[in-house]
């Protein structure tokens, strides 16, 4: 089980998520984003509402910021940040538009690849889907500081090898037990596949208090750790917010409305504490052949 660190700030620093500097950039030809998922086994745990605000988080704090909407069935992160998307991701899987065309500015200083919505087929996402993914991934992170992918809940195949080609993965789970159990089955599925694994932060959503996520993350930590030899970090909790839910479509998010409220602080504390655990969210260099959209193909069920 990783400690968790009481001596970070709760403030995002420049040093943490701030943009590289140009003279950095310059130098190291191949920079690509640090990739961060978001998942969760069973659904409507918060992952879309914990990424567009860590993304609008992070864009504020001066990092270039991609949201990439990976829920192939039921996205909504255009509806969250305010945007008609006229290309999605749908449009680069059927060859329609080059990955550059499906981003999108928004409101809010992130830039987002919209996800589709009731569209059965790409549910069901087959390898060459699955390719031209990976290869909109590997541009769109190096257009970026910071990619956040908003995953679909679940373990079918075309989640999992979405996200295992990611640096890290980020589950979101409620203190009960079906959440619990269904992120330890995402995290089993991810571990089945070849290495190198991304590293694992947990988020508690929906939080009652401090003690109760905590008491959560440790039950999740120790299986983990007993039965797939996987640490996992405590990222934090956001606290169940009595503002969000009843809120209208076409509300800002909560952190660009209500920056100072408690959960707004809690989702900038969590965003420090990917930072400490990934080594920084800037842009890193890499070889060629360690981008991922290569992880990505690498790691693609064959067919039988
Ligand atoms: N901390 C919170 N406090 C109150 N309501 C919340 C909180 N987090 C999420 N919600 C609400 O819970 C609902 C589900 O959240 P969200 O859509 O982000 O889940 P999801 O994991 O993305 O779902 P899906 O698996 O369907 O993609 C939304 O109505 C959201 O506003
Ligand atoms: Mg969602």
Do not use: C, I, W
């Given at each position: 089980m990783q400690p968790f660190d009481h001596?970070?700030?709760i403030e995002p620093s420049d040093r943490t998520v701030g943009p590289a500097a140009a003279g950095d950039r310059a130098e190291v030809p191949n920079r690509e984003a640090l990739s961060v998922a978001i998942a969760s086994?069973?659904?409507?745990?918060?992952k879309s509402f914990l990424a567009t605000n860590l993304a609008i988080v992070a864009a504020r704090s001066g990092s270039r910021c991609t949201l990439v909407d990976?829920?192939?069935g039921l996205a909504a992160d255009h509806l969250l940040l305010g945007v008609s998307p006229r290309r999605t991701i749908q449009d680069l899987v059927e060859g329609r538009a080059a990955p550059a065309a499906c981003l999108h500015e928004t409101p809010f200083g992130v830039r987002l690849v919209p996800g589709t919505t009731g569209v059965t087929e790409l549910a069901a996402l087959g390898r060459r889907e699955l390719h031209s993914i990976a290869r909109g991934l590997g541009e769109w992170c190096r257009e970026s500081e910071l990619l956040l992918i908003d995953a679909g809940a679940g373990i079918q195949s075309a989640v999992i090898s979405t996200i295992v080609a990611a640096d890290a993965v980020v589950l979101v789970v409620q203190s009960e037990i079906a959440s619990l159990t269904d992120a330890y089955a995402v995290l089993k599925c991810l571990m089945r596949r070849p290495a190198p694994h991304p590293r694992f932060g947990v988020v508690v959503n929906r939080a009652t208090s401090a003690e109760a996520a905590l008491a959560s993350f440790a039950k999740l930590a120790d299986v983990a750790r007993r039965f797939l030899g996987v640490s996992l970090h405590d990222l934090g909790h956001v606290s169940e917010e009595p503002?969000?839910?009843?809120r209208r479509l076409g509300q800002p998010p909560l952190v660009a409305s209500h920056p100072e409220c408690r959960t707004a602080v809690e989702i900038r504390r969590i965003l420090v504490r990917l930072g400490v655990m990934t080594g920084g969210l800037l842009g890193r260099p890499r070889l060629p052949t360690e981008g991922i959209a290569e992880r990505m193909i690498r790691q693609l069920p064959r067919p039988a």
């Open positions: 001596s970070e700030s086994g069973k659904g409507g745990t918060g990976a829920d192939y503002a969000v839910t009843p």
